[in-house]
């Protein structure tokens, strides 16, 4: 119970860090004052090269905290813990009547004959 809820707050910090890190770069980039005259690139071309820049360092940011993950874990996955979804309903159903005739009928079987 305590291992999921750890692993959920390591997978919200996971994504607020790497948010925080692409908004400092999208701030940092951006300028404050006017370009000079000499090169002007438009105000379009500044805020794309900007949030290109800041999505490439957030997703990096990501990809890093992500392998840290993996290498604490000792490259082992997750366990997946099933649900009471996930278990199959055929598990849920009681024993079959013994009068009932099995789908394959096994040849060892000493059971009336359910063919008719």
Known sequence: ??????RRLWQLAKWLVSIAVGVWCFMTVMPTEA??????PTVGQILVSALIMSGIAGTATFGLLHALEWVYRGFRP?????????IPLALNTPESAPDQCPALPR??????????
């Open 1 to 6: 119970m305590h291992a999921e809820g750890w």
């Open 35 to 40: 370009p000079p005259a000499d090169s002007t």
């Open 78 to 86: 997750l366990p997946i813990n099933p649900s009471v979804e996930a």
């Open 107 to 116: 040849p060892d079987d000493k059971k009336p004959d359910c063919s008719s």
